[in-house]
């Protein structure tokens, strides 16, 4: 019975196979080999032979059911949804109470699952290129429980490809270049198309490339997309750019495939292969022989149909210039050859040249073999012009010595007309060269004379620019420096080459000072003989009893001391003249004097101090120490100075008075005064006496911004005074004068003030007596007033008794 029931389920699954067989492939069209596959995935889905009861209960339980993935097309649209496959589990032999359960990615929106079935549906359209697979996960459970009967189980849909995107062309349009008159074969460029479907199922992703416009210039492979040349002898000067259209095409070219297009633009670039062309064969220039050097004569222009720098020329002239008086160069901007002059041009010498002018391409080209030239001829007519004078020298060179006379001729300059007339020149110097006037020059024959006599020492050479101008036309003007050098002679004496000041030390050892070198003396002579200088000593004084000299013979000489007692108390400055002559024609001589001071010195011989004054201080202090302890004193006797007038100023009184001040007890606080008893506040005797303070008093502590005279009082007579009436009188003075002092006012303490809330201070109005103070309270506010409040008790008691 129970190999029965094995027999019918296997039955059941074979069943199934073939209505899975039947139905799914044929509903999603998929191809055979894929439905191999899928026979395989279904046939995985067939159980096992199940195992008897009793291996059943010793064994654990395992899935009995096993598949691997499912497939359904992509964008499939019907009016149901498509079938994509069919769970079954061998639970399911006709029980009702199992449930089949889908979870995962679309579970519910995209694929739903008959519950009893088992049967899988796609709910809507799918697209591969937004989602190639779907993982999903099935399990059977209890429909009253909704305990799982099974470990669920994981399994893949995919979604087929189907031919429903056309191929693109991401990085288009394109644009390539190719070298003009390039042979067939030559890569342009590359262009590259994509695909959004499957490349691995079908041939939804094959694509092949084709030239729909371009033909016959160019072609392209099917596979590589690499664009060639495919017409020989193409010229960039006949057509520079074209336009290639190039369309790509998949299911591998096949009817029905899906196909996009781009542009390609493609330029030719430029070889050289043309050679420049002059616009003329022969060029005509008429030149001024006044034309200066490097100035254009005329332009000539070779064109080439290339550009960049394959159009760049360079022009030479291989003839007709055998005086090398002419350049060509070529205008960077332009591309023209401009004709200079490198050497003046002569009319009455040459009027004619006839050149022959190449012009070159710069850059060589392997492709065609270059450069190429052209050749032109270019005639020259030289125009007469009038020019100026021309000097035989450009640059003259004439001396003179310094001692030479007036209007004694230095020189000549030679100027000529080189035009046919031979028009005479006169001659100038140009005064901008020769301030001082220190030369002339004859207008007529060009001799050029001294003016002023000359000094080599103060100038030893003159430059001047000396001009010639026609006579018939003064504009032609021409110009030549003439250098002029003074020539020496003896005629200044040697001197010393410094101001010398020697040094010697008094009370020196025997020996120490006499035959001691005091100072080596040189000359120097302004004047400059061929030979050289050669100076020559000798004392003034010739039997000088302290000094001699001694030949260095190098053109110097030293001083030497004849004894060792020189002393400053007895002379402090020894004046030595000495004569130095030199050796020239005739002989200069001068005396110049050398001062010698004795000094004091150290043992080591060293100077310290050369001033009669330091010898005579005792205690040996030096110049500067002396003045720094005289600034100390001068310091102190001014701080002491200050400190007292600082002092006096303190205290002296901030009013001015002669003999006594009516104010000097009216003081200002802030209490309420001290009643009757103080008589220190105001003096009554001053109002006494209103004579007393007519006079005006100065502040010192106030500046007052406007000065007044002060007021006039009324003088009461002697035997009386009406103090009521006087302070009347004063008190409206007060209130009437804008320029009345604060401290005049006088103020009265009688009374607190109205709608005070504090009681008075002033014990004047104080009704009540001490006797009827109460001081218990004093007890209460704590020990520290406890003792206070005995003392006041104490008081209390003693007052009544």
Sequence with gaps: MLK??????????????????????????????NQSQSLQTVSAMIPRNRPSEGQRILSRAKRGWVWNQMFVLEEFSGPDPILVGRLHTDLDVGNKNIKYVLAGEGAGTIFAINERTGDIHAMKRLDREEKAEYTLTAQVIDRDSDQPLEPPSEFIIKVQDINDNPPQFIEGPYKGSVPEMSQVGTSVT?????????????????????????????????????????????????????????????????MGGLSGTTTVTVT??????????????????????????????????????????????TYTIIGGDERDVFEIVTDAQTQEGILRLKKPLDFESKHFYNLTVVATNIRADSITGGPYMDQATIKIVVEDSDEPPVFTKSTYLFDVHENAAINTVIGAVVATDQDAPHSQVRYFIDRHTDLERQFNINVDDGKITLAKPLDRETDMWHNITVTATEIRNHSQISRAIVAIKVLDINDNAPEFATEYEAFLCENGKPGQVRGQVIQTISAVDKDNPSQGHTFHYRLEVLNNPNFTIKNNLDN????????????????????LPIVVTDDGEPPMSSTNTLTIRVCGCSREGIVQSCNVEAFVLPIG?????????????????????????LRRHKNEPLIIKDDEDVRENIIRYDDEGGGEEDTEAFDIATLQNPDGINGYLPRKDIKPDLQFMPRQGQHSGPNGVDVDEFINVRLHEADNDPTAPPYDSIQIYGYEGRGSIAGSLSSLETASSDSDQNYDYLREWGPRFRRLGELYSVGESDKET
């Design 4 to 33: 029965r029931g094995e027999e019918m389920q296997r039955d059941l699954w074979t069943s199934l196979l073939l209505v899975w067989i039947t139905c799914v492939p044929c509903s999603s069209m998929a191809p055979l080999n």
């Design 190 to 254: 590359r262009v590259t198309a994509t695909d959004a479907d499957d490349p691995v199922y079908g041939n939804s992703a094959k694509l092949v490339y084709s030239i729909l416009e371009g033909q016959p210039y160019f072609s392209i492979d099917q596979t590589t997309a690499i664009i060639r040349v495919a017409l020989a002898g193409m010229d960039r000067e006949m057509r520079e750019e074209y336009l290639v259209v190039i369309q790509a095409k998949d299911m591998g070219g096949h």
């Design 268 to 313: 030719l670039t430029d070889i050289n292969d043309n050679p420049p062309k002059f616009t003329k064969g022969s060029y005509e220039f008429n030149i001024p022989e006044d034309l200066g050097i490097g100035k254009p004569g005329g332009r000539v222009k070779a064109n080439d149909r290339d550009i960049g720098e394959n159009a760049k020329s």
């Design 556 to 575: 110097s000489i030293s001083v030497l001391a004849k004894h060792d007692s020189f002393r400053r108390q007895k002379q402090e400055t020894y004046l």
């Design 621 to 645: 202090l030096s110049m500067g120490a002396l003045i720094a302890i005289l600034a100390c004193i001068i310091l102190l006797l001014v701080i002491v100075v200050l400190f007292v007038t």
